[in-house]
């Protein structure tokens, strides 16, 4: 298992200078977790906002903040990188 992390971690080091910047953009229907996430399926607004939100979301992200917190304002539906509802309190 060491050696197939290794060649995960040298060949992502080597692709590094080829993706984009600023923000680092990734693909939405692969959790690339390096890029942030939320622990314990716990999802934080604050912490999905400066990570990985903008990163997958780029300017939808806090419109579907938005939707999220209309259709699923417990935040029954998450995972490491699920879009996060406002928090209680916080409107739009």
């Known amino acids: 298992m060491e050696k197939h992390m290794k060649w995960m971690r040298e ?15 990734a693909y939405v229907n692969y959790r690339d977790l390096d890029i ?8 934080i607004f604050s912490n999905a906002s400066c990570s990985f939100g903008l990163k997958y979301f780029k300017d939808n992200f806090d419109r579907l903040v938005k939707v999220k917190s209309k259709v699923d304002p417990s935040n029954f539906f998450r995972h490491e990188q699920s879009i996060p509802p406002l928090p209680k309190g916080k409107k739009e």
């Open 36 to 43: 942030g996430m939320n622990l314990k399926n716990s999802t």
């Open 11 to 25: 060949f992502y080091k080597y692709m590094g200078p080829y993706v984009s910047k600023y923000p680092r953009e």
